[in-house]
């Protein structure tokens, strides 16, 4: 056969209508298990592959989703990317995925891309700082927001439990004892950011403790001058709480590097869980997101959204609990505190 093979060619073999071989090709629709096996084993045979081009033209549909994220290396970034993605090919589509770089202007310019490519409905964790996705542009088009909700928009969104989840953590220091407990986290622009010191403040103040500290560092050179001021001064805190995964790995290469002792020395608590938290010495206390239920969620939000034939209504948010999980970092003998 000379000619590219086409859906024809397949139903002919299998012996049904084109119908039938799109119903299967596309899984949404029941078909017979002996149906759907012939079907297959036709498409086999000839090498079929459907022409998605014509098939947009055709339904005048992409069948594609858009993801947009800070980065890839971040684990709670990349498992919520990878929830999504799950969840769009249960759907029959596909993902175009790319990052911001954490910079607004580059979000803007993916998204309109994106746009460009007519996708059909856009999943965003957005970049810190003044969101510029407020664009008239983007009313036509399904928005849901993770972990970051934009003020001020229509856009549906899915977070967590941010304040509650870093009060959790803070009381649990208090719980056993602590009563100089240090904040360290990134910068407050991040929306995530000003709800866990409200929540590390919140624990502080019901306590009637004074806050310590709280200190922004971005790089593992800062993280490393701020233990060491800390550590150094005349009465330095017998805890951290950190209030994001990176701020919490930075720590503990600070406490490598200034031979620190955890938890003997000083305790710790972590804002969100990752990769060998479970398996390092010490394993690392934290307060765990359910970053792929954040994803799940958002994707059928998402699809609910492109589904719905009702009229956009007030902006949705859900809000998922977060989840104290208790390892040796943080220590649990009264000796620990002087």
Not at 108 to 119: D, F, Q, S, T, W
Not at 165 to 175: E, Y
Request: a positive charge; charged letters at 25%.
């Amino acid at each position: 056969m000379n000619r590219p093979v086409r859906m024809s060619d397949v139903a002919k073999l299998a012996r049904v209508g084109t119908m039938t071989v799109s119903r299967v090709l596309k899984g949404n629709v029941p078909v017979s298990e002996e149906t759907k096996s012939r079907v297959l084993d036709a498409v086999a045979k000839l090498n079929y592959l459907p022409n998605e081009i014509a098939r947009s033209l055709r339904e005048q549909r992409t069948h594609q989703i858009g993801i947009i994220v800070p980065n890839l290396h971040d684990p709670f970034f990349a498992v919520c990317a990878d929830a999504i993605s799950l969840v769009v090919k249960q759907h029959s589509y596909s993902t175009v995925i790319t990052t911001s770089d954490e910079d607004p202007q580059t979000e803007l310019m993916e998204a309109k891309r994106m746009l460009r490519r007519h996708i059909e409905g856009l999943i965003i964790i957005p970049a810190r700082g003044k969101t510029l996705l407020n664009d008239p542009e983007f009313t036509q088009t399904p928005i849901v927001t993770l972990d970051r909700p934009v003020a001020g928009s229509h856009f549906d969104s899915v977070v967590v439990e941010n304040k509650r989840g870093a009060q959790l953590g803070v009381q649990h220091l208090i719980d056993h004892h602590h009563r100089r407990i240090a904040c360290i986290g990134l910068t407050l622009e991040l929306w995530t950011m000003r709800q866990r010191l409200q929540g590390y403040c919140a624990a502080m103040e019901a306590a009637g403790l004074k806050e310590d500290s709280h200190v922004v560092t971005e790089s593992p050179w800062e993280t490393l001058q701020t233990i060491r001021t800390l550590r150094n001064r005349k009465s330095p805190p017998t805890a951290i709480f950190c209030s994001n995964n990176l701020t919490t790995r930075n720590t503990l290469h600070a406490f490598s590097s200034l031979k620190v002792r955890v938890p003997e020395e000083i305790a710790l608590i972590g804002f969100d869980d990752f990769e060998m938290a479970d398996i390092i010495q010490p394993a690392v206390t934290v307060v765990r997101q359910p970053s792929d239920a954040m994803g799940r969620i958002g994707a059928e939000l998402l699809f609910s959204k492109l589904t719905s034939t009702e009229p956009q209504g007030k902006p949705k948010r859900i809000v998922l609990p977060a989840e104290l999980v208790v390892r040796r970092s943080c220590g649990t003998h009264d000796y620990l505190v002087p």
